[in-house]
């Protein structure tokens, strides 16, 4: 499994919803409220044969709401 971090932008008022959402598709590790340019971060294991970006777009694509993401792709360095 690979870790990734998808931080989303979401739109005016829209944030509890997006959250929402993503909790219940059941695909996200854990969903944060966050400050600053982003609203949410989410962490997700993503399985080691699937495309991340395809993954992403899979799972964020059909939620109302969102401006942006911006996804943060780890490596295991320890």
């Known amino acids: 499994m690979k870790c990734i971090f998808v931080q989303v932008r979401c ?12 909790y219940e598709k059941e695909v996200a590790s854990e969903i ?8 949410l971060l989410a962490k997700f294991y993503v399985p080691q044969d699937m495309d991340i970006g395809r993954y992403v777009s899979d799972v964020f694509g059909d939620i109302p709401g969102i401006e942006r993401t911006l996804t943060t792709i ?3 360095a320890f």
């Open 32 to 39: 944060y409220s966050t400050s600053g340019d982003y609203d």
């Open 74 to 76: 780890t490596f295991h």
């Open 11 to 22: 739109s005016v008022g829209k944030t509890y919803d997006v959250a929402d959402t993503l």
